[in-house]
Structures are given as structure tokens and as C-alpha cells.
């Protein structure tokens, strides 16, 4: 299915969405954060997070956060059925990030394909990794792989990674809470 580093760059996507964008999560609204929580709501989104230095720039963080707003209209089209206009999003993300593939290489590391520069910023490279990441799921028949919640009152993402592509919900939490309710609801009925 996805890459190894893909699969990264996809989580890091659903992860500075779910963290970073306003709406509903686990059946009760969701305000994100901002102002001097948002440097450390971002550290915390982005994968690896105690390998890296715990302060994030604000700057940079302002900058994934606007990220993540585009990001997850990337998710709503897709999630919708709009696969165009996902494109054309991913699209002008990939402009304006100025991603592009090539290969850097880490200390002990084998070579690895980045999509940003060696000189970007921390925002800049993972705004580029993460609409690349998008822009591969969207252009082959992987699109159908990014989703929204199904559950009531959650509108968090997620990127199906389950062998037959059935997964609904963003997290066990909310699948347990609707498989709970459908429990409820049957037990409830007079026989």
C-alpha cells in the first residue's frame, strides 16, 4: 500500500489536521489551539516528536497551522467525492510549499527521498512532505484511503491503512462509541 515514509508524512498530515483545525472530536466540539499553545500543538502533531527539539517557532507554527487548514479541505473533497478539487488543491499546495523530491542523506542513515529542501524551515518541509504525501494517495487509486469520521459529532481524519478499506472512524474511541450506541438503540426497541 503506502510507502513507509509516505505512510509518515500521511500521519503527519491526519495528525496536524486533527490537532491543529477547529470542529468536532469524539462527539464534542473542538477548539484549536492557538496563541502560545500552538508551538507545543505542533511538536506534539508532528511525528518523532521526542527526537526534536521541543520548541517549535511560533512563526513556524503559525505557518502548519495554516497548513493544516488546507489540508484538510484536501481531506472534505476527497472524503466528499470532489477528487478534482482535492487536485487542484494538493496542486497549489505543492506550488506554494515548493516541494520537490530529492535525496538527502542522515548520519548512520541510508539515503532517503525528502520533498523539501536541505535549507527549508521545519514548517516549510513538512507542509511540502505532507501535500507530496497527498498528491501520491490522490494520483493513484489510493485517494479513497483518506477519510473523514463517520461518527456523530466528529468531523477528525484518518488515512485507512486496514487490508480491505473499511475503516469509518478516526479513532477506537469513536468506533466503539457508535458501535455502543447501535447497542443501545437495539436493546431499547419493545420486542
Given at each position: 500500500?503506502?510507502?513507509?515514509h509516505?505512510l509518515?508524512?500521511?500521519d503527519?498530515a491526519?495528525?496536524?489536521?486533527?490537532?491543529?483545525?477547529?470542529g468536532?472530536?469524539?462527539?464534542?466540539?473542538?477548539?484549536?489551539p492557538?496563541?502560545?499553545?500552538l508551538?507545543?500543538?505542533?511538536?506534539?502533531?508532528l511525528p518523532?516528536a521526542?527526537?526534536?527539539?521541543?520548541a517549535?517557532?511560533?512563526?513556524?507554527?503559525?505557518?502548519?497551522?495554516?497548513?493544516?487548514?488546507?489540508?484538510?479541505?484536501?481531506?472534505?473533497?476527497v472524503?466528499?467525492?470532489?477528487?478534482n478539487d482535492?487536485?487542484?488543491?494538493?496542486?497549489a499546495?505543492?506550488r506554494?510549499?515548493?516541494?520537490r523530491?530529492?535525496?538527502?542523506?542522515?548520519?548512520?542513515?541510508?539515503?532517503?527521498v525528502h520533498?523539501?529542501?536541505?535549507?527549508?524551515?521545519?514548517?516549510e518541509?513538512?507542509?511540502?512532505?505532507c501535500?507530496?504525501?497527498?498528491?501520491?494517495?490522490?494520483?493513484?487509486?489510493?485517494?479513497?484511503?483518506?477519510?473523514?469520521c463517520?461518527?456523530p459529532?466528529?468531523?477528525?481524519v484518518?488515512?485507512?491503512?486496514?487490508?480491505?478499506?473499511?475503516?469509518?472512524?478516526?479513532?477506537?474511541?469513536?468506533?466503539?462509541?457508535?458501535k455502543?450506541?447501535a447497542?443501545?438503540?437495539r436493546?431499547?426497541?419493545?420486542?
Amino acid at each position: 500500500m503506502f510507502d513507509g515514509h509516505v505512510l509518515t508524512l500521511l500521519d503527519a498530515a491526519v495528525s496536524l489536521v486533527n490537532a491543529l483545525t477547529d470542529g468536532s472530536r469524539q462527539g464534542r466540539p473542538y477548539a484549536a489551539p492557538s496563541g502560545a499553545q500552538l508551538p507545543r500543538a505542533v511538536h506534539e502533531a508532528l511525528p518523532l516528536a521526542e527526537a526534536r527539539d521541543a520548541a517549535v517557532d511560533p512563526e513556524h507554527a503559525v505557518y502548519l497551522a495554516r497548513t493544516a487548514q488546507r489540508l484538510r479541505a484536501v481531506f472534505d473533497a476527497v472524503d466528499d467525492g470532489r477528487t478534482n478539487d482535492a487536485a487542484d488543491l494538493v496542486n497549489a499546495l505543492l506550488r506554494t510549499t515548493g516541494a520537490r523530491p530529492q535525496l538527502d542523506r542522515v548520519d548512520g542513515e541510508p539515503w532517503q527521498v525528502h520533498f523539501h529542501g536541505t535549507t527549508d524551515t521545519l514548517a516549510e518541509g513538512w507542509s511540502a512532505g505532507c501535500a507530496t504525501a497527498l498528491a501520491l494517495a490522490i494520483g493513484s487509486n489510493l485517494a479513497g484511503r483518506l477519510g473523514v469520521c463517520t461518527a456523530p459529532q466528529c468531523d477528525r481524519v484518518y488515512v485507512d491503512n486496514s487490508r480491505n478499506a473499511v475503516r469509518h472512524f478516526c479513532s477506537n474511541a469513536c468506533r466503539n462509541r457508535v458501535k455502543a450506541a447501535a447497542f443501545r438503540a437495539r436493546n431499547s426497541t419493545p420486542n
